[in-house]
């Protein structure tokens, strides 16, 4: 891709053209905010290849309120101990606005595989990481317009070494810009497989030559302009629902109608003396994955009143409450409605060595968001593939995924809201959609089957949980917890 730049043509008055199409931009912008479209303009190049410039160029008459310019570094040692796309996906800007990335993913795939030492393994994990994350975001209506800025070595060099002349520009000149001239052919090649490789109908690339600075700001402009426009035009159609277990690795798992809820108990007697034994040895198991530094992920769903809060009650009171969270996931917020939807859940990731407890989760968007139509019947189906690659992300960067569905029958969720109606204390937790819901019970409980076939992995598989005796309940979450979190244990050795 780097021999076929598009580049300059003598004789052609590149500065005026830019300004018309800049003053475009401006235009776009507010077209943008009005329709709710949101854009991502990546800057990758050479050193010195001038992005700074176009990215200030790029700017100069854009509204304020509606863009964000994002710098990316390397990451910080904070960043380092989540899963590594987190940082990216907390960066996408909101329906109707822009962000324009200063380096970007990128950084972490061709110059990782050189100065880092990468494995190919890595490296082909981390790129499709990167496709993943740009198609789940174009899926959702966002515009990602990626730019590679290319200019010679003897041209890089030349700039590098005028820099250097004036003491207020030198410090722009490190050791590894200089490195990055002396193998130049080197990362030429890497650079080169990165764009093939990542080069996507839905986030193409576009390599300028940047040797003529005023027709790579034009370039950039009519690229810009060009993919605005022809995006604001577009109608939306969202692509059809994949088949998932062709994709991944999943896991068998019964049908709601399959699972026998009436031998499911445990005697009073036993019940105290087997949840005492069984906290204690989470509370040991937690240890170990804080020295270990294994992120743990507990995530709860179920009918109402089937006994999420009591079980996340015992599993919490086995652990330092220094090294873990829970999280209540009700209807999103404001902010949150105008991000992709699993924009508020990586932003809610555990650290190494920490465990997020989710009441409630993403599932949200297959089932409550489904059936009740907040969400276009096609936008939910895309989303059983998103799931699977979401979870499939945090399990390969080291995330152990637990997921729970708490089970019990119609005739049980009615004795425990008539108690709840009854039970001044309890009455806070009943509420009119509690019964709304209870009478679309069998469209969720398709709605469920087909959920949990769709994405009980082998990376993350669902585990029902017989409900109708709350204490069998509580005990069965807690033995499959501290036996999966033994295991990882073991063969974390």
Known sequence: MLKNAMHAEKGIDYKERAKELREQLCTLQLKMKEKSLPAMIVFEGWGASGKGTLIADTIKLLDPRFF???????ATEAEKRYPRMKRYFESIPEYGKLAVMDRSWYR??????????ISD????????SVKVFERQLTDDGYVIIKIFLHISKNEQKKRY??????????????QKDLKQNKHYDDYYKAFEDMLGKTNTDNAPW?????????????ALFELVTTRLSQALDKESVYPPEEDVAKLFDMKKTPRLSEVV???KETAPEDYSAKLKELQKELAKIHGKLYKKKIPVIIAFEG???AGKGGAIKRVGSALDPRGYEAVPIAAPSAAEKCRHYLWRFWTRLPKDGHITIFDRTWYGRVMVERLEGFTPVERCAMAYKEINEFERELSECGVVILKFWMQIDKDEQLRRFTDRMNTPEKRWKITDEDWRNREKWDQYEAAIDEMIQKTSTEAAPWTIVEGNDKKYAR???LETVTERLKAELKDRK
């Open 68 to 74: 964000r310019v994002v710098s990316t570094v390397e």
């Open 108 to 117: 972490e795939l061709a110059a990782a595989r050189i100065e880092e030492g």
């Open 121 to 128: 393994k890595e490296y082909d994990r981390r790129t499709r």
């Open 161 to 174: 070494e005028k820099l250097q002349e004036s003491g207020s520009t030198s410090w722009r000149v490190t």
């Open 206 to 218: 576009a390599v300028i030559d940047a040797t003529d600075k005023q027709y790579a700001r034009y």
């Open 261 to 263: 809820l009436t031998d």
């Open 303 to 305: 009918w109402d009143a």
């Open 475 to 477: 005990l069965k979450v």
